[in-house]
């Protein structure tokens, strides 16, 4: 059998307002604030994960919180991230949500076959909510203002735009395995969107690809995505991704351990950053699930530091 991802593990975006952001997506969305660290590459920036209730792989939407311009939209890039509820009632539930609240929202439709809605935070991060069909588990938190049947699930499918599928697509069907599966018209009628789904498939292993020349290159500021990570069981699988990287000599980060998961990093051939990750350890293995997300938490290679990383951080609440 070929090496297999199994699906989106997570998203990572930027915001530039960490207070507004905890606000957003803990008490408009819901999610629980599973961990609550800093960029392990910048400590003067908080790196807030959002998740279900049980911090579950595949659920987790995280936030570099970054002093930037808001980013400019284009192609050569992540530009919608899917978040899967259960039922269309979900759907319409949401829909009447967001008009209460003043939240940006488009109208409820059918796309690439499943209800979906699109919506935006505050600084124009593209979302779009779809229903899965409530095949997939639900691990609701027993504290968010949300419903727990309407919950958000996790994450996928992730759209991405590019100018040129072509080596888009041999990267994603040679290297990493993905198959495609079908194409339908751009919802924003802009180009083709392509599906390419991983492992099991469905919409939380679901990786669509719009093909859109005519847009200008995207900058990246706060409201964008700064890259999408996909699953790999465990370690034995890491390395054998990093082993197949090499041997199709696409230059990468190499492993980079982030104590929660471990991690390779790569750019497709339009740029786009990727991210492979290990399901585990996960984020109890320093916080009981109980408290995830209520304390500052560092990996044991920053902790020597932990008073000079909490000076330099803005409160939050």
Same mark, same amino acid.
């Given at each position: 059998m070929?090496?297999q991802?199994?699906?989106?593990?997570? #998203?990572?975006?930027?915001?530039? !307002?960490?207070?507004e @952001?905890l606000?957003?997506?803990?008490?408009?969305?819901?999610?629980?604030?599973?961990?609550?660290?800093v @960029?392990?590459?910048?400590?003067? /920036?908080?790196?807030? +994960?959002?998740?279900?209730?049980?911090?579950t792989?595949?659920?987790?939407?995280?936030?570099?919180?970054?002093?930037? @311009?808001?980013?400019?939209?284009?192609?050569?890039?992540?530009?919608?991230?899917?978040? *899967?509820?259960?039922?269309p009632?979900s759907?319409?539930?949401?829909?009447?949500?967001?008009?209460?609240? !003043?939240?940006?929202?488009?109208?409820?439709i059918?796309?690439?076959?499943?209800?979906?809605?699109?919506?935006?935070?505050?600084?124009?991060?593209?979302f779009? #909510?779809?229903?899965?069909? =409530?095949?997939?588990?639900?691990?609701?938190?027993?504290?968010? &203002?949300?419903?727990?049947?309407?919950?958000?699930?996790?994450?996928?499918?992730?759209?991405?735009?590019?100018?040129?599928?072509t080596?888009?697509?041999?990267?994603?069907?040679?290297v990493?395995?993905?198959? *495609? $599966?079908?194409?339908?018209?751009? &919802?924003?009628?802009?180009?083709?969107?392509?599906?390419?789904?991983?492992? %099991?498939?469905?919409?939380? /292993?679901?990786?669509?690809?719009?093909? $859109?020349?005519?847009?200008?290159?995207?900058?990246?500021?706060? =409201?964008?995505?700064?890259?999408?990570?996909?699953?790999?069981?465990?370690?034995?699988?890491?390395? /054998?991704?990093?082993?197949?990287?090499?041997?199709?000599?696409?230059?990468?980060? =190499?492993?980079?351990?982030?104590?929660?998961?471990?991690?390779?990093? +790569?750019?497709? &051939? @339009?740029?786009?950053? +990727? %991210?492979?990750?290990?399901? =585990? &350890?996960g984020? /109890?293995?320093?916080?009981?699930?109980?408290?995830?997300?209520?304390?500052?938490s560092?990996?044991?290679f920053?902790?020597?530091?932990?008073?000079?990383?909490?000076?330099? #951080?803005?409160p939050?609440?």
């Amino acid at each position: 059998m070929s090496l297999q991802l199994t699906g989106i593990h997570h #998203l990572t975006a930027i915001t530039a !307002n960490a207070r507004e @952001n905890l606000r957003f997506y803990t008490q408009i969305l819901g999610m629980r604030l599973v961990k609550k660290t800093v @960029n392990q590459d910048d400590t003067t /920036a908080y790196h807030l +994960f959002y998740a279900d209730g049980e911090a579950t792989p595949g659920t987790d939407l995280t936030f570099f919180d970054w002093p930037v @311009n808001r980013e400019t939209r284009g192609t050569h890039s992540v530009s919608r991230t899917g978040l *899967r509820v259960g039922s269309p009632e979900s759907i319409e539930w949401w829909k009447a949500r967001f008009g209460e609240l !003043n939240i940006t929202s488009g109208d409820v439709i059918e796309i690439d076959g499943r209800l979906s809605l699109d919506f935006e935070d505050g600084e124009g991060q593209r979302f779009r #909510l779809i229903d899965d069909g =409530g095949l997939a588990p639900s691990h609701p938190w027993d504290r968010s &203002p949300v419903p727990a049947e309407h919950q958000i699930k996790g994450l996928g499918p992730i759209t991405m735009s590019v100018p040129d599928i072509t080596n888009t697509q041999s990267v994603l069907e040679q290297v990493m395995n993905m198959t *495609r $599966q079908r194409q339908y018209p751009s &919802p924003d009628g802009d180009g083709e969107v392509h599906v390419f789904s991983m492992g %099991e498939g469905g919409p939380a /292993a679901e990786l669509h690809v719009a093909v $859109q020349p005519g847009l200008p290159a995207a900058r990246q500021g706060a =409201g964008a995505v700064h890259h999408v990570a996909f699953r790999a069981p465990d370690e034995a699988a890491l390395h /054998a991704w990093t082993e197949r990287l090499q041997d199709f000599r696409l230059p990468s980060s =190499g492993e980079v351990e982030r104590f929660y998961f471990r991690s390779l990093y +790569f750019r497709e &051939p @339009n740029g786009i950053l +990727f %991210e492979i990750a290990t399901d =585990g &350890p996960g984020f /109890a293995v320093d916080e009981s699930m109980e408290t995830l997300g209520e304390g500052l938490s560092l990996p044991p290679f920053l902790e020597h530091k932990r008073v000079q990383i909490e000076a330099r #951080l803005k409160p939050l609440v």
